[in-house]
């Protein structure tokens, strides 16, 4: 089970991540297979599903979603922990808010992200 500690720490260190638009120190929470859903999947990827799996698929629409959105920066407000699952609440550079569910495997990296977003 996930403690609140650890939580907050993951929570800190993904806020970290993202702000730095650094992909590689991003890709680094997540194990080879991880799959992501997510709306603008549709929008920024071409993939009408809004599902992707595994770090290269997802890499590559990051990596272009970054390219569109120099100034991304997200901020942390709120960390829900589960039992290997975790909420994190945070405000979107735009100012929308955003919710994103991360589910952790035994390695301790995350094997399924659902990202919900405010409009």
Do not use: C
């Amino acid at each position: 089970m996930l403690t609140r500690v650890q939580a907050e720490q993951f929570a800190d260190e993904w806020i970290a991540a993202w702000n730095s638009h650094d992909l590689a120190r991003v890709l680094a929470h997540y194990t080879e297979d991880f799959e992501l859903s997510s709306p603008f999947i549709v929008s920024i990827a071409d993939e009408p599903s809004g599902r992707l799996r595994g770090k290269q698929a997802i890499a590559a629409y990051w990596s272009r979603a970054l390219a569109r959105i120099p100034d991304l920066e997200f901020t942390l407000l709120a960390v829900f922990h589960g039992v290997r699952s975790i909420v994190l609440h945070y405000r979107m550079h735009d100012g929308r808010g955003a919710a994103e569910w991360l589910e952790f495997g035994d390695d301790g990296k995350v094997t399924r992200s659902a990202a919900q977003y405010s409009n």
